[in-house]
């Protein structure tokens, strides 16, 4: 597979390189520990906002540090879970006094790591909550995870929760922000290529030209069928009824709309999509208050899309309406 790299062992050290140099001023980047914290952190009296994973979901998450969202992100190498010592040295880095909210997809090495750094955090009497999401429909108990896994809702909690941190809400208001988030959020994705990560150099899974995966995971996991490729109208009613049918979306409810591509899917194709999904949910009397349509939760080079639901109140409209910049999402500045 042809790759934009030098050797697979240094990307993640050159790519955080050029995040520093491209985003001076916003961001901070450590290299030892790995993570990345906003240029102003820790900013006192402020609860912190910290999220992490495997490197190749770019822009999630190191992207979304900065004022209105994270106060730090910590990468792990690519598809690999970042380790306690990363996850405790950016809650040293982010602990304003008020607290550290963990915002963490469910994949076990994920759920292991964080766990961990919060109990040598609170050892040193660091107040910190954590909050798992684990709102992909398409599968329970997959490769990488005990439960559901946690996909797209991801990005909308860091940016809900992240205005309110910016607002000074406490602690124990901002998890339970989080929770109903979580409680209201739905995600479901499918492929048309695999990605290939690039210390193997290989696809990660084989899938034949005229057919496509529906349900698989952002690092490559099994989905729920495969079978021979559809026209994307029909391929977007397999994404959006089993996710309004899981909450369960009713008539009359107000949603965010997260439209995403896993690397390799062209906008022009996420709008038409994005049309499909709006036409269903419509049909079930949901009401699309807000948007998100790009890539913004990758898996590398992945041909794919996926679609998240999210259930909203005012407040959760209002604080996504929220100012925020970062390197990946930025608007109100």
Known sequence: MKKLINNPEDVLREALQGIEIAHAGLVKVHFDPVYIARADAPVAGKVGILSGGGSGHEPMHGGFVGPGMLDAACPGAVFTSPTPDQILEATHAVDGGAGVLYIVKNYTGDILNFEMAADL????DI???????????????????????????????????????EARWPLGKIVALAERVRDNGRSMGMALTSCTVPHAG??????????????????????????????????????????????????????????NSL?????????????????IAARHGLRVVRNLIGPYMTSLEMAGASITLLKV??????????????????WGV
């Open 121 to 124: 955090a609170r050892a040193e």
């Open 313 to 330: 109140d005012g407040d959760m409209v209002s604080l996504w309406d929220a100012p925020v910049k970062t390197a990946g999402l930025r």
């Open 263 to 279: 690397g390799g899917t062209p906008l022009i194709e996420l709008y038409l999509i994005y049309r499909k999904a709006c036409e």
């Open 127 to 165: 107040q910190v909550e954590m909050v798992v999401v684990s709102d992909d429909v398409a599968v329970e108990n997959s490769l990488y995870t005990a439960g559901r896994r946690g996909v797209g809702t991801t990005v909308l909690m860091e940016k809900i929760v992240g205005a309110a941190a």
């Open 202 to 259: 290989k696809p990660t899974f084989n899938l034949p030209e005229d057919e496509m995966e529906i349900g698989i995971g952002i690092h490559g996991e099994p989905g729920r069928v495969r079978m021979k490729l559809k026209p994307a109208d029909e391929i977007v009613e397999m994404l959006l009824e089993p996710v309004i049918k899981d909450l369960p979306f009713q008539a009359g409810d107000n949603v965010i709309m997260f439209v």
